[in-house]
């Protein structure tokens, strides 16, 4: 008790000296950007416009092309070719569609239609069809172009009905059934003015067959929104319908928009050819009927199909109320303003032009025809037939005022019921970045009906959208716990500081207070693997926690103090306002238990490798089992157990929203970018596992060559896999994984196999992200990949840490790809990410990456012929002898010889590249063309590099790197896959490690304690400045036994355990206690209940592996044995790829492809010939590149999209009560987000 006094006093009085503080930087996500700011607003305000003059443009040109195809129209000659392209404005959304669903009957899995289903939807569809033709080609041609603009409005009818048999139920809504009745009532008062606008028009036969011709079309299109407005009603065979649908919806909707072009196109040729007023049809068709049709025909199409595209995206903003319903409502008004504006316009300008001010209508529209005022030939022979429309079938230009009264009550009347049918849209509340599918009930749009059909598509019940996948019935608005797991292990002070940063920054962002109104809970935990060391002291043995877990301790006391100073600002004035904090003894080792400034809590788990299983997979899996088994499962199982559990809709609800983010312990990551990753699982619970921007930061040539790998593996492969398919890799230094994907069946569990075959060490143990990821997709779930949750970890500056780090990557991927692969028919059928197609395009990857040896000796014989002149075969035998010899070296060798040539032979390589690449550039120059197989591969990847980059303007520098990628290529592709391959049998981890003991002898040494470390690497040369603290102690090391012992420096921590004496005292925590500066800890007892868990758990799937040194040997020798193997297969495929491509060439220019060499001044010079093979191949890759590079555009937009919808809906930080008033007047924003866009 003294001593803890004591203690608390030293600290008092050093607080009152000793101000100074290691400050992170931490206060740069804090500063406002009102660049953001307008970004945001700048953009949403676009957006409305667009999906307004989209809307505008597709409306009116359908209706000049209705007015074109009348009778009386001089636009153009051949009428019935102007009602076939009418007719192809109904039938190209119905193309779209049964493209679509064609897409993904084939890319994606979906069930069959029930014969019921099939009647049903085809018969409506039939109708609709039928109607639209009827009213769009037949009906509107008869009536003036003012009542065509407001009869489209009058296609809410049927919904209007549906909404009111909705709303009769005991919890009815008064208000929604007042306006349900209002929409049915000014719609049939629409009919009946309409009606008698007509009957009582003078000097005129009243059209009654059309009337009723349009008012049956409108009834029967508005049944295309049945599913939309009968999802509420209870009655057995709709509902079954409903459930039938939505399992079988692509196939059905493949059917139906089928049904619906068939039958467009049959009423409309049909009619085109046999109507009384027709003419007859002429195969000559005129240039100015063609101008006139195409051109409309294109405007309406493309600019329909923006229209919904941008209407999605801004509900996907979460800026619909503003950027689609106000602009939808108001189209039908604005074309209807429009035509009386350019009808008044051109009347203005007739009496200017003929020098009558007071002509009258009569008088104008007697001389319409042959007025083309002002305007260019094409839009005059339009404004003409809108004019003449205007004066020959609307009782505007005549005396009676009664039909305009009647024109206007009848406009407002269809105005009103479509306003007052949608008005459930302005209440509706939708999650950001919502799938399309949970906003619209179906797949597309209806061409004719832009506006309304966009409007009566949105989905009414939303959120409660069928579903027949147990993954998508949960809320998007359920709370969710969020588990921050890191690993650790030699981690330095500036790494350390980096994750505990990050983890005390997202404790300020998300409070425990608030986590009940943010529906969120944060707990992280930091798992310190082989933390403890056994000392000898005056004779006596002592168990203490080694430097780092020290370090690690004193990185938080530093960083606590930094983000307390504030607020607690009393704690230096009284030594008892310290705050306490729990050390606990535990199974594995020892766990320390912050509370964190804002609540939320930090566990770090020590762990000790005589009594627990290390390394990074054993890590993982015990956090699975400690937060998903121990924490999440057992309450659940107490209180039900058995069948009960697993039926409980608390406990699938539970795990479903249960999250795991994966850290490594160097990661440094904004709030911002966990919630991005939130976002991704919360809206689409098929998504097992997201995965963010990795950063590698440090400095070096290596790091700079990593920087421009990692951009472009982010920016075109993964945005690839992303969009095609799914991601094969989430890495786990910042990865966010469900609960329920993790639990289940033959995740975990199968994740938990211990490598007992050579295969096993090579998937298990040196990728295990990767092979953790195969599981989740082999089990149906998706990876998805976010470009704007940006992350930052450490990489490799030495040579020999880059090529051991990569000599595990490599065969770890290959060995995952091809177990997808193995598995890829079950794996398609069982995951609907996955396609047949993907599989294919997955294979193709494959082949490239295995043939990228062979492709690099070709590239650099080419490299010798053309800057030496040598002669074909001399330059391939060059081009060979090289890697040849490395491999032998690679064979014979010890792993620090093999490093130490490839790094020789990459500087050598690097020459050459940068000679021919300086070359081929002069030989551009001095040929005048970049029409050779060279010239145009390069400058295609330069291109699509750079608008690459462009489109990822905050690393755009980035590009810079590109030239030290280039002339690495043959170390990267050549040099690195030869050293990889050969070096499979080694199985070490190769990062992070120190040389091991040579025997287990007491020795007293002075040990380092790194206080501050800063170096600068490049290739074999290190430039380190650190400032040490010495320690004198006495230890005790240990033999170690490894798997692999061709270097003794590339060996990694045993796996043998050396049993602890009982005599041993544990005094890790009172050395933590000095450590630990102004955090107080104290000692606790941990739970009586978890004691059995940790215990089953280490016995069953945690208990330290046991040296066998029979069983050591017996997997050396299949390791070696599967090494030889793959070697043999990789080297003799690229090998056969290389003698495929020789003979080609030594048979000349007979079996050759002909490239025509164009100058830059147009002319033909000779002819390039190359071999078929090699051509193919390079077009291959190009078309590979130019797949992902779509995929990037697709990928970019909608990250653009997810951005500005964050920026829109995230919550204020906790800052301070005056700080939240500044930044909520000056932003109305996320603050926290803003420095990492």
Known sequence: MDDKETVRQKRFLRSKWDPFRLKPVLDEEEKPTHCLRLINFVVCTLLGVLVFAFGFLSKISLLLMVTITDPESSAISNKPFGLLILGCTLIFPNILTFIKSLWKVIFKSTGLPS????????????????????????????????????????????????????????????????????????????????????????????PYLYICVAIGGTLLVSLNWWENFTAPLKNSMLQNIHKSLHKSRDIMYLISSFVRIIVTGIIVGVYSVYSD?????????????????????????????????????????????????????????????????????????????????????????????????????????????????????????????????????????WLLGLALSTIYLWQIKIPRIERTSEVFVRHLYEGAFIDQSMLLNVRMNMGEAETNDSREKWSKKDHVMIYLCATMWHETFEEMLKILTSLFRLDRYQPKKMSQKNKMSIEAHIFFDDAFVEIEESGRKKLVVNEYAECLVEVISEVYKVFTEKK?????????????????????????????????????????????RHKKRWSQIMYMYYLLGWKLHKKYADAYGGDELNENQEYKKEKHNTYILALDGDTDFQPSALMLLVDRLRMYPNVGAACGRIHP???????????????????????????????????????????????????????????????????????????????????????????????????????????????????????????????????????????????????????????????????????????????????????????????????????????????????????????????????????????????????????????????????????????????????????????????????????????????????????????????????????????????????????????????????????????????????WMEQLQTKSDEVELVERDIDSDEMPFWTGLIEEYLEPLEEDKDKQEKIKKELKSLRNKCTFLYFIINSLWIIATFFLQAIGNTVSIRIPKILFNGTRAEDIFVDPVGFMFLLSFAGLVILQFVAMLYHRIYTFIHLISYVRTEAIPNYTDAKKRQISDDLDMNDTFLSTV
């Not at 009815?172 to 007509?198: E, M």
């Open 697 to 1067: 930061t440090g400095m070096g040539p290596l790091v700079w060559y990593q920087k421009f790998e990692y951009a472009v593996g982010h920016w075109l492969l993964k945005t690839a896999e992303h969009v095609f398919g799914c991601v094969l890799c989430s890495p786990g230094c910042f990865s966010l994984f469900r609960g329920s994907a993790l639990m289940e069946d033959n995740v975990i569990k199968r994740y938990t196999t211990k490598a007992a075959e050579a295969s096993h060490y090579v998937q298990y143990d040196q990728g295990e992200d990767r092979w953790l990821c195969t599981l989740l997709l082999q089990q149906g779930w998706r990876v998805e990949y976010n470009a704007a949750s940006d992350a930052y970890t450490n990489a490799p500056q030495e040579f020999k840490e880059f090529y051991n780090q990569r000599r595990r990557w490599g065969p770890s991927s290959m060995a995952n790809t091809l177990d997808l692969l193995d598995t890829g028919a079950l794996t398609a059928k069982k995951n609907p990410s996955i396609s047949r197609p993907y599989i294919v395009y997955q294979i193709f990857a494959m082949a490239s990456s295995i043939l990228g040896p062979a492709t690099v000796c070709l590239m650099i014989a080419g490299c010798l012929q053309f800057i030496f002149n040598l002669a074909a075969n001399l330059s391939l035998f060059l081009s060979i002898l090289l890697p040849v010899l490395y491999l032998i070296v690679c064979y014979t060798t010890k792993s620090d010889t093999q490093i130490n040539v490839a790094a020789l032979l990459s500087i050598i390589y690097a020459f050459l590249m940068t000679a021919t690449f300086i070359a081929i550039i002069g030989d551009i120059v001095s040929s005048n063309t970049i029409m050779s197989p060279t010239g145009l591969f390069l400058s295609t990847m330069g291109l699509i590099y750079v608008i690459t980059a462009l489109m990822h303007p905050q690393e755009f520098p980035i590009l810079i790197y590109g030239l030290l990628y280039i002339i690495c290529v043959p170390s990267a592709y050549l040099l690195l896959a030869i050293y990889s391959m050969t070096n499979m049998d080694n199985v070490s981890w190769g990062t992070r490690e120190t040389a091991s003991p040579v025997k287990q002898k007491k020795k007293i040494s002075t040990k380092k304690h790194v206080k501050y470390r800063k170096s600068c690497k490049c290739c074999c040369w290190n430039l380190e400045f650190s400032v040490n603290e010495e320690q004198k102690i006495t230890e005790a090391t240990e033999t170690k036994g490894l798997l692999n012992d061709k270097d003794s420096s590339d060996e990694e921590q045993t796996d043998d355990l050396v049993s602890q004496d009982s005599r041993v005292q544990e005094c």
């Open 115 to 206: 014969k019921q289903l099939v009647f049903f939807v085809c018969t409506i569809d039939l109708l609709v069809a039928s109607g639209m033709a009827a009213l769009v080609v037949i009906a509107m041609p008869k009536f003036d172009i003012l009542n065509n603009t407001m009869i489209l409005n009058s296609v809410c009818i049927v919904p209007a009905v549906l909404q009111v048999i909705n709303q009769m139920t005991p919890s009815r809504n008064i208000l929604q059934i007042i306006c349900s009745l209002l929409s049915v009532f000014f719609v049939l008062l629409g009919y009946a003015i309409f009606t008698v606008s007509y009957v009582t028009k003078p000097n005129g036969t009243t």
């Open 277 to 413: 007023n027709s003419q007859p049809f002429s195969r000559s068709i005129s240039l100015t009927t063609i101008k006139y049709t195409m051109s409309l025909f294109a405007i309406q199409v493309i600019s329909s199909a923006l229209c919904r595209w941008l209407s999605v995206i801004a509900f996907k903003m979460h800026v619909f109320r503003r950027s689609f319903i106000v602009p939808m409502i108001f189209t039908t008004p604005a074309v209807f303003a429009s035509f009386l504006i350019l009808f008044g316009v051109r009347y203005l300008y007739f009496q200017n032009d003929w020098h009558f001010s007071n002509s009258s209508l009569s008088f104008y529209c007697q001389q319409s025809s042959s007025y083309t005022g002002q305007a260019n030939p094409a839009a005059a022979m339009l404004f003409i037939d809108v004019s003449k429309n205007f004066c020959s079938k609307s009782a505007i230009v005549g005396n009676n005022i009664l039909p305009n009264i009647l024109l206007a009550v009848s406009s407002i009347g």
């Open 568 to 612: 607690n600002s009393k704690l230096n004035d009284d030594p008892d306002n310290v705050i306490k904090h729990d050390m606990i003894k535990t199974p594995y080792g020892g766990r320390l238990c912050y509370m964190l400034p804002e609540g939320n809590y930090l566990y770090i788990h020590f762990k000790d490798k005589t009594r627990i």
